[in-house]
């Protein structure tokens, strides 16, 4: 996974990074709009945390680069000003997520999952596993990184387990 981190703040940048070190993730860490759209240029981004307003810009002028270019990436706000009504709009003009400052490492790690099991769902990867068991209820894995894992029940017809990472 490829993740795009856009924050001119230390304490916002030096968080992320510290909750994806060590996770097989490849990291992309700049302080302004302009750079970060050079980085989307150079290759797919499966994940993009962006803070509000960073040295050059807001949030905006990279989401709409994000939507002029029809790509598929969870924009995920990272709200510093804790203002909702720019919350609410940011909402409006597309934005996946909304985290307010200071930084959770568990909010962090939620996004982390909902962008695999998102990207999984988009790609197909899903492999259902041969045993069955008619009119259950099965735990299915639905996503997780290093010790955090989620797991969803479904009513089905037959019990089926979902790997996203390949377990």
């Not at 490829?2 to 097989?24: A, H, M, T, Y």
């Amino acid at each position: 996974m490829r993740i795009l981190i856009v924050s001119s703040r230390l304490e916002n940048k030096d968080k992320l990074v510290s909750v994806l070190d060590g996770l097989p993730v490849t990291t992309f860490a700049v302080p302004q709009i302009e750079q970060a759209i050079e980085v989307l240029s150079s290759g797919p981004i499966d994940l993009i945390f962006c803070e509000e307003r960073v040295t050059d810009g807001f949030y905006r002028e990279l989401l709409s680069a994000v939507h002029r270019h029809n790509l598929m990436i969870r924009f995920v706000l990272i709200l510093c000003t804790g203002k909702w009504e720019e919350c609410i709009e940011a909402m409006r003009l597309g934005v996946d997520d909304v985290l307010q400052c200071p930084l959770e490492p568990s909010d962090i790690n939620l996004t982390l999952v909902r962008t695999m099991r998102d990207k999984n769902y988009a790609n197909s990867a899903f492999r259902e596993s041969p045993d069955c068991a008619l009119g259950t209820l099965t735990p299915e894995y639905a996503g997780g990184i290093g010790k955090l894992r989620m797991h969803i029940r479904r009513p089905t017809a037959y019990s089926r387990r979902v790997d996203l990472l390949g377990d």
